[in-house]
């Protein structure tokens, strides 16, 4: 009888850690620092998806329900989580928002898989979060953070490289959602009101779209990076008159690739702009 008993404990451990991730992004990350250990599902996984419009649906609420990690991003990016939560609470459910590990709140920018501070910051709360949960996988979670820093590590490099010789170019973009990494590069952003306004949803001002247009029109700026997951009409105008300008076009997106890691996603990325700023 006890040995039976044994055996059933060993097989409910032997379990994956369920994860559910609110962005793709955080999913792959979880993937690749729980292993076989976990099982991750992520609610937004589509790359021409708008996340500012998802409605959670029924299904959605049974999948965080069933959850024993949740990963969202937090600052207002993903409001339908924290409801989902509450609406399901649980003694047994773990919760990281990634907004809270680096002090953002409602109000600052929401898209903080392009702040690789945020991302390690993750990394390490998760690696972290896992071994309480299934200690006997310990050892695995801390290899799986080891792994995925050295993989980040090819990317500060990148980001290094490209900011002593980037440093003080000026660009520009139709939302901020590249804003962090934008910083990170050591870009001079501009047209800051016309994004944030993209992003909210509001009518910026006659002023500021003016302003834009001036910029793209007399090459003030050398690159502009467009948010490909926008339907935002304002923001297809710029890239119009953009386009009609010579100014050369960076797509981006707030989703991650479903063909790519989060590295290789961010690196593609900064290839492309490299490309672009060198005129090629």
Known sequence: MAFAIC?????????????????????????????????????????DQDP??????????????????????????????PKLLSATTSRSRDVIEVASLIGKKPGDNPHLWYDITAVSALAATLGAKLAQIDPAHADDYRRGVAAFEAAMQRLRERIAGFRARYAGVPVTATEPVFEYMADALGLAMRNARFQLAVMNGTEPSARTIAAFEKDLRGHAVKVLLYNTQTGQTLA???????????IPVVNITESQ???KAYVEWMLAQLEALDLALRGR
């Open 257 to 259: 690739p479903p063909n």
């Open 52 to 81: 500012h419009e998802f409605e959670a649906s029924a299904a959605t609420a049974r999948t965080i329900a069933d959850a024993k990690l949740v990963i969202y991003n937090g600052a207002g990016y993903d409001p339908w989580v």
């Open 236 to 246: 297809g105008r710029m890239l119009t008159i953009a386009t009609e300008s010579g």
């Open 7 to 47: 055996l059933i404990v060993a097989a409910v451990q032997a379990e994956p850690v369920k994860i559910v991730a609110a962005e793709s992004v955080y999913g792959d990350i979880a993937r690749r620092i729980g292993g076989a250990n976990v099982s991750v599902s992520s609610i937004l996984v589509r790359a």
